[in-house]
């Protein structure tokens, strides 16, 4: 079982940064941030495979957001510019053994981290 650990989260205006982090227990292949914002269903925001780097993003972040790893460490980060108040969210980091834009693909979960950005 995989226990991750989401941090970084917290009350930012438009146009300021964040970076959240996710700590995982041990080594995963895609990792992933999902959000979810108040009455919304559960969106992707950001992908990276485990052994080559691959990146993938949804529309909205292409340009302002970058997920990168660090396997030694079992992390995953989500560097977050620009922000946006539509950014405002609850996010998720997943661990899974595809590569997918679909939360169905992973099977491990972190507690979330609140992002919330004031207009």
């Known amino acids: 079982q995989v226990q991750l650990v989401e941090s970084g989260g917290g009350l930012v205006q438009t146009g300021d940064s964040l970076r959240l982090s996710c700590a995982a227990s041990?080594?995963?292949?895609?990792m992933a941030w999902f959000r979810q914002a108040p009455g919304q269903e559960r969106e992707f925001v950001a992908v990276?495979?485990?052994?080559?780097?691959?990146?993938y993003y949804t529309d909205s972040v292409k340009g302002r957001f970058t997920i990168s790893r660090d396997n030694a460490k079992n992390t995953v980060w989500l560097q977050m510019n620009s922000l946006k108040p539509e950014d405002t969210a609850v996010y998720y980091c997943?661990?899974?053994?595809?590569?997918?834009?679909?939360?169905?693909?992973?099977?491990?979960w972190g507690q979330g981290t609140q992002v919330a950005v004031s207009s």
């Open positions: 997943a661990a899974g053994r595809t590569y997918s834009a679909y939360s169905v693909g992973y099977h491990y």
């Open positions: 041990e080594r995963t292949f895609a």
């Open positions: 990276i495979s485990g052994s080559v780097g691959n990146t």
